[in-house]
């Protein structure tokens, strides 16, 4: 089962401001593709959150989006910044890309984020959403959400 980035927004409020608020922090983050061989691929990469969609954008031709043609997979883990602070905690989405196409949606992307043109643009289908961070300097706290099921929290001393 996958949902877009509305209805993970719709079901889980809170925990997508979240994890929006730690991708706006800084522009590049790093992308898990699967390579030919099965082996993984990390890669930075900028993401935008626009009309209800997570939206992964990508130079022509590059080995990510090669990657993401071949096998949709993906994981997605937003910049931890400098230092131990992680604001927010650590947080990680997982899914499927689906290249788009459409001309029109492009056009509208292009309207808004004004990306080097040519490029590869993905709409993502989520898998997992996955927050991790530290309360009260003594719990780890992982917060696990799957479409179609309640968040899971896991707190650990």
Request: hydrophobic share 40%.
């Amino acid at each position: 089962m996958t949902a877009n980035w509305a209805a993970f927004a719709t079901a889980e409020p809170d925990l997508a401001g979240t994890v929006e608020k730690r991708f706006g922090a800084y522009t590049h983050h790093v992308l898990a593709t699967l390579r030919k061989d099965g082996s993984p691929r990390t890669s930075g990469l900028e993401v935008r959150f626009l009309n209800g969609e997570l939206w992964l954008g990508m130079m022509p031709d590059s080995l990510k989006a090669l990657d993401l043609r071949r096998d949709p997979r993906f994981a997605l883990q937003a910049n931890p910044g400098e230092g131990t602070g992680m604001g927010g905690g650590d947080v990680r989405i997982s899914g499927r890309a689906i290249e788009v196409d459409d001309v029109d949606i492009k056009a509208r992307y292009v309207e808004e984020v004004e990306p080097p043109e040519p490029f590869h643009l993905f709409r993502t289908e989520l898998t997992e959403v996955v927050r991790t961070y530290v309360e009260d300097d003594k719990y780890l706290v992982v917060q696990i959400w799957t479409p179609g099921e309640p968040l899971r929290t896991i707190k650990r001393t």
